[in-house]
């Protein structure tokens, strides 16, 4: 049964019509209002991955719930459609379990609030803030356990609760969840911001009101989904093609052996509708690395990645939803069955990145991204320090960006366009650790015309005991290359201890005990390569090895010889290339770095770590059981 609205004045909303410039100045006031969100949530939150990294979602809806400016795509439907009490004026919705919102959010440690905004007794819109939370309980700190078989391990599962009952706060509540985590004033802090963030959007929703009357600023929002709805339309008609067509890619392992977990999708359209077919992934793991796909966040992929490579002047809405429909399997890696693991689910949507991308440049490669934005590696250490005070780092590291039709990957950046690093120095000033290096790697970005982007090497240093987990993917699979670029570098990570032994460490995995001066070494992915290496210019290339982002060994990939280090000797080079043209041949539209058997045959060999095993149906359910 759905949410009940109560409302003191139930008039209806007049259609008004609407002239450009009031329509205007609206769409970039709710635009202005996110971006305010955000900077109220940044500077109240406390913990370093709302508050440095910038781990946090915004969202501004109509009365229906779809959303009008944010960034994930609305989802606020799928509470909306479950929560069974009443909704009324000064009510704040709290709320963490996926399961409780069709996945509208996908893991414990993401708090996400829901605030109804009422103009005059009229209910006008709703505000939504979420952000991961540093740790909410659980069996391992930071609640992100790798071999995590169940929901019920991962923390404090909150149901949609009210915060704030028509504006009264339940103090009771909020100490009853802050019992059950490690750092509870961060997530006080954290959480007072997200409601802040959320008062701030509420304000300015009213103002626009008052400013605009409440009839201009409604059929505003209606005017904005509908001017959405027929620029996407036109968009897929000309894009998409009745023919199928289908791509699939692979989460490297799931921490407990078993792997790679293949998602596949299918598109096509129907009319004026596309078809998104997830049929051919596989079944859910029996560890955390499952993704509840909400499927108006699929259908937003879709949309953010049609709408950039094709006209990016669009504002993204939720206007289009009704030209998406999107299919998923039960059981599925992307709809698991209550109560699996859904911690480390990170690993699977950012593929899911990489399957769209691929997905829509297939049949106009000139639009085609190489991948690397593939996942976003964790690192956690805790412990307590010399005064006996718990310390816990919560850290997402970057990686590659692919190469795109229009130029080089970013090196080092996060999958998230809005991520940031958390600056070194805070790290240090915070927590007993130093970076001691903090650098790109060279070559680790594909070579192609356009350069994949590099990986990173980040050194930490560990000033104190303590133990530390790690979450990563792309260990074993290559980000692969497009158009004839070569595949990025993969990840890895290797535990130089005090006492002179080495570890390759294991890409997910949970309590490492390390000791005062253990250094660990974190090296992220390269992103793919874009187009034809050998079309590269070769000056382009010297500036490159010039800037320590391709070695003088590795301008060789282009087919640039480098006389001392960094000048191109020109003969040398135009041998070179005719010598590598003569011996290739067609460049393959993506190029993964072999087959996957063969990647699986030498992954010991190349990475010094066991491959996992691909179950069968019963191994998974077996699993799962346990």
Not at 64 to 77: A, E, K, N
Request: net charge negative.
């Amino acid at each position: 049964m759905p949410a009940t609205i109560i409302q003191s004045n139930a008039q209806p909303f007049d259609s008004v019509e609407v002239d450009p410039v009031t329509l205007d100045i609206i769409e970039n006031a709710l635009r202005h209002l996110r971006e305010e969100m955000d900077a109220t949530l940044v500077r109240t939150a406390m913990s370093p991955a709302i508050r440095e990294q910038g781990d946090a979602f915004p969202l501004v809806t109509d009365r229906d719930g779809r959303m009008i400016v944010g960034q994930m795509g609305s989802f606020l439907q799928g509470f909306l459609a479950n929560y069974e009490g009443t909704i009324e004026e000064g009510d704040v919705i709290w709320l963490s379990d996926a399961y409780a919102c069709e996945g509208a959010i996908s893991h414990n440690n993401d708090w996400v609030i829901f605030l109804p905004v009422f103009h005059e007794g009229r209910l006008i819109g709703w505000v939504s803030m979420f952000g991961h939370q540093t740790d909410v309980g659980g069996k391992t700190p930071g609640s992100l356990p790798t071999d995590g078989t169940s929901i019920f391990q991962e923390g404090i599962r909150i149901p949609p609760v009210k915060i704030y009952r028509k504006g009264v706060f339940n103090d009771e509540l909020l100490a009853l969840v802050l019992h059950q985590v490690r750092i509870p004033e961060w997530n006080r802090s954290d959480l007072n911001a997200l409601v802040a963030s959320c008062r701030t959007a509420e304000r300015r929703m009213r103002e626009l009101c008052e400013r605009f009357g409440v009839d201009t600023y409604v059929s505003s929002l209606d005017l904005l989904l509908e001017r959405n709805y027929r620029a996407v339309k036109e968009l897929i008609a000309r894009n998409i093609s009745t023919e199928p067509i289908s791509f699939e890619d692979y989460v490297c392992d799931d921490g407990a052996g078993f792997g790679p977990y293949k998602l596949k999708c299918t598109m096509w359209r129907e009319g004026e509708k596309v078809i998104l077919d997830l049929d051919g992934t596989d079944p859910q793991s029996p560890s955390s690395i499952n993704y509840l796909l909400n499927e108006n966040v699929q259908k937003m992929f879709f949309g953010a990645y049609l709408i950039k490579a094709f006209d990016p002047q669009i504002l993204i809405n939720d206007g289009f939803y009704p030209l998406v429909e999107v299919r998923v399997p039960e059981g599925s890696i992307l709809r698991p069955k209550f109560p699996a693991a859904l911690s480390c689910r990170t690993h699977t949507l950012s593929r899911l990145f990489d399957v769209m991308g691929a997905l829509l440049g297939q049949k106009t490669p000139q639009f085609l991204n190489a991948a690397g934005t593939s996942t976003a590696p964790h690192l956690m250490y805790s412990g307590y320090d010399s005064e006996d005070e718990f310390f816990q780092l919560f850290q997402i590291g970057f990686g590659g960006i692919p190469a795109r039709p229009h130029g080089d990957g970013p090196d080092g950046h996060s999958m998230w366009p809005d991520f940031t690093n958390v600056p070194n120095e805070f790290l240090e000033r915070y927590f007993p650790i130093r970076i001691e290096r903090y650098e790109t790697i060279p070559d680790s970005g594909g070579a192609g015309f356009f350069r994949g982007g590099n990986g990173m090497l980040i050194a930490y240093r560990f000033l104190e005991p303590g133990v530390i987990s790690i979450h990563d993917d792309r260990w074993l699979l290559y980000p692969w290359g497009v158009n004839g670029g070569e595949p990025g570098s993969r990840s890895s990570k290797i535990l130089y201890r005090t006492d002179g032994s080495v570890e390759v460490v294991a890409p997910k995995i949970d309590n490492i005990r390390v000791s005062s001066g253990d250094l660990l070494h974190f090296l992220t992915w390269g992103g793919g390569g874009w187009g034809d290496p050998l079309q590269r210019d070769p000056e382009n290339v010297a500036l490159e090895v010039r800037r320590g982002l391709i070695s003088s060994e590795g301008a060789r990939r282009y087919g640039v010889v480098l006389t001392g280090e960094d000048q191109v000797d020109g003969d040398s080079t135009l041998l070179l290339r005719r010598s590598m043209l003569n011996g290739r041949g067609e460049l393959p539209l993506f190029n993964y770095g072999g087959t996957l058997d063969e990647i699986l045959e030498r992954c010991h060999q190349e990475t010094g770590l066991s491959a996992p095993v691909r179950p069968s149906w019963a191994d998974r359910r077996s699993a799962q059981s346990l």
